[in-house]
Nanobody
Framework: QVQVVESGGGLVQTGDSLRLSCTPS????????MAWFRQAPGKEREFVAA????????LYADSVKGRFPISRDNTKNTMYLQMNNLQPEDTAIYYC??????????????????????WGQGTQVTVSS
């Protein structure tokens, strides 16, 4: 069973930056993709960004494109979400998610929640105005 663990949340002010990290527990081959989702109070969970582990292909929600670059460090087996110019509307619980392993190389990352089989517990990000 794969586990994913997020870290790096906190309380910041408008315009500040924060970096989230996520580490999946099991790694065999690199034929999977990972993503960040978020859920604000009273709202449904939404896609933020995704990345393919082997080739680093990225996918972004329009609301964060250009502000929240996603990356991964294969040597550290860690994915990152660098959140810049944070706004109060970015306040949410941020979840890390991992897809299943695919039989082919470099599966394209997805923005659909059903594409992800392993989820972290979430880390709170609060942006004060």
């Amino acid at each position: 069973q794969v586990q994913v663990v997020e870290s790096g949340g906190g309380l910041v002010q408008t315009g500040d930056s924060l970096r989230l990290s996520c580490t999946p527990s099991k790694r065999t081959f690199d034929n999977y993709f990972m993503a960040w989702f978020r859920q604000a109070p009273g709202k449904e969970r939404e896609f933020v960004a995704a990345i393919s582990w082997s080739h680093g292909k990225t996918l972004y929600a329009d609301s964060v494109k250009g502000r929240f670059p996603i990356s991964r460090d294969n040597t550290k087996n860690t994915m990152y979400l660098q959140m810049n110019n944070l706004q109060p509307e970015d306040t949410a619980i941020y979840y890390c998610a991992r897809s299943r392993d695919f039989a082919y190389t470099d599966p394209a990352p997805s923005r659909l929640q059903q594409s992800y089989h392993y989820w972290g517990q979430g880390t709170q990000v609060t942006v004060s105005s």
